[in-house]
Nanobody, 124 residues
Protein backbone atom coordinates (compact mmCIF):
# COMPACT_ATOMS: atom_id res chain seq x y z
CA UNK A 1 0.00 0.00 0.00
CA UNK A 2 1.37 3.37 -1.03
CA UNK A 3 1.63 5.96 1.71
CA UNK A 4 2.91 9.50 1.91
CA UNK A 5 3.43 10.73 5.46
CA UNK A 6 4.22 14.37 6.16
CA UNK A 7 5.90 15.67 9.29
CA UNK A 8 7.64 18.78 10.55
CA UNK A 9 4.75 21.18 10.81
CA UNK A 10 4.19 23.37 13.83
CA UNK A 11 3.94 26.89 15.17
CA UNK A 12 6.65 29.38 14.26
CA UNK A 13 7.02 33.15 14.47
CA UNK A 14 7.04 35.25 11.35
CA UNK A 15 10.52 35.32 9.86
CA UNK A 16 11.31 31.87 11.16
CA UNK A 17 11.93 28.59 9.38
CA UNK A 18 10.51 25.08 9.24
CA UNK A 19 11.45 21.98 7.28
CA UNK A 20 8.69 19.66 6.23
CA UNK A 21 9.37 16.03 5.37
CA UNK A 22 7.35 13.59 3.34
CA UNK A 23 8.28 9.93 3.70
CA UNK A 24 6.98 7.65 0.97
CA UNK A 25 6.43 3.92 1.27
CA UNK A 26 4.92 1.19 -0.84
CA UNK A 27 6.78 2.13 -4.00
CA UNK A 28 9.73 4.16 -5.22
CA UNK A 29 8.95 7.66 -6.47
CA UNK A 30 12.33 8.56 -7.97
CA UNK A 31 10.79 8.79 -11.47
CA UNK A 32 7.71 10.67 -10.32
CA UNK A 33 7.12 14.35 -9.85
CA UNK A 34 6.87 15.10 -6.14
CA UNK A 35 5.04 18.21 -5.07
CA UNK A 36 3.85 20.23 -2.13
CA UNK A 37 0.46 21.90 -1.93
CA UNK A 38 -1.21 23.85 0.84
CA UNK A 39 -4.69 24.77 1.91
CA UNK A 40 -5.47 27.64 4.21
CA UNK A 41 -8.69 27.75 6.19
CA UNK A 42 -11.57 28.74 3.93
CA UNK A 43 -9.44 28.72 0.79
CA UNK A 44 -8.82 26.33 -2.06
CA UNK A 45 -5.80 24.07 -2.13
CA UNK A 46 -2.91 25.69 -3.98
CA UNK A 47 0.34 24.56 -5.52
CA UNK A 48 3.52 25.40 -3.59
CA UNK A 49 6.47 23.58 -5.14
CA UNK A 50 7.40 20.49 -7.15
CA UNK A 51 10.43 18.57 -8.30
CA UNK A 52 11.09 16.33 -11.28
CA UNK A 53 14.29 14.31 -11.15
CA UNK A 54 13.85 13.00 -14.70
CA UNK A 55 14.04 16.45 -16.27
CA UNK A 56 16.08 17.86 -13.41
CA UNK A 57 13.84 20.78 -12.61
CA UNK A 58 11.95 22.42 -9.79
CA UNK A 59 9.09 24.89 -9.86
CA UNK A 60 7.70 27.20 -7.21
CA UNK A 61 4.62 29.29 -6.75
CA UNK A 62 5.38 33.00 -7.05
CA UNK A 63 4.34 33.49 -3.44
CA UNK A 64 7.12 31.23 -2.12
CA UNK A 65 9.84 31.69 -4.75
CA UNK A 66 13.13 32.55 -3.07
CA UNK A 67 11.91 31.52 0.39
CA UNK A 68 11.04 27.83 0.00
CA UNK A 69 13.24 25.04 -1.35
CA UNK A 70 12.11 21.56 -2.36
CA UNK A 71 14.61 18.72 -2.23
CA UNK A 72 14.62 14.95 -2.42
CA UNK A 73 16.56 12.06 -0.94
CA UNK A 74 15.98 9.05 -3.16
CA UNK A 75 17.80 6.71 -0.81
CA UNK A 76 15.23 7.55 1.86
CA UNK A 77 12.34 7.92 -0.60
CA UNK A 78 11.70 11.26 1.06
CA UNK A 79 10.97 14.77 -0.16
CA UNK A 80 11.53 17.91 1.87
CA UNK A 81 10.28 21.47 1.86
CA UNK A 82 12.58 23.95 3.54
CA UNK A 83 10.58 27.06 4.39
CA UNK A 84 12.44 30.23 5.34
CA UNK A 85 11.31 33.79 6.05
CA UNK A 86 7.87 32.51 6.90
CA UNK A 87 4.93 34.90 6.79
CA UNK A 88 1.52 34.75 8.42
CA UNK A 89 0.00 34.09 4.99
CA UNK A 90 1.98 30.83 4.83
CA UNK A 91 -0.30 29.43 7.53
CA UNK A 92 -2.01 26.36 6.06
CA UNK A 93 -2.15 22.60 6.02
CA UNK A 94 0.68 21.41 3.78
CA UNK A 95 0.27 18.29 1.67
CA UNK A 96 2.81 16.15 -0.10
CA UNK A 97 1.74 14.58 -3.39
CA UNK A 98 3.11 12.36 -6.16
CA UNK A 99 2.42 12.62 -9.88
CA UNK A 100 3.43 10.10 -12.52
CA UNK A 101 3.80 12.91 -15.06
CA UNK A 102 7.36 13.35 -16.29
CA UNK A 103 7.22 17.12 -16.35
CA UNK A 104 6.12 19.27 -13.44
CA UNK A 105 2.45 20.08 -13.20
CA UNK A 106 0.77 22.49 -10.82
CA UNK A 107 -2.77 21.16 -11.12
CA UNK A 108 -3.73 19.02 -8.15
CA UNK A 109 -5.81 16.60 -10.25
CA UNK A 110 -2.60 15.43 -11.94
CA UNK A 111 -1.25 14.11 -8.63
CA UNK A 112 -2.18 10.53 -7.86
CA UNK A 113 -1.07 10.02 -4.27
CA UNK A 114 -1.52 12.40 -1.33
CA UNK A 115 -0.40 12.55 2.25
CA UNK A 116 -2.67 13.41 5.16
CA UNK A 117 -1.19 16.88 5.62
CA UNK A 118 0.74 18.70 8.32
CA UNK A 119 -0.33 21.99 9.89
CA UNK A 120 1.92 25.04 9.68
CA UNK A 121 1.01 28.10 11.72
CA UNK A 122 2.96 31.32 11.45
CA UNK A 123 2.34 33.91 14.14
CA UNK A 124 2.83 37.57 13.36
Amino acid sequence: QVQLVESGGGLVQAGGSLRLSCAASGRTFSNWVMGWFRQALGKEREFVAASSLIVGSTHYADSVEGRFTISRDNAKNTVYLQMNSLKSEDTAVYYCAASRYVTITTADFTYEYWGQGTQVRVSS
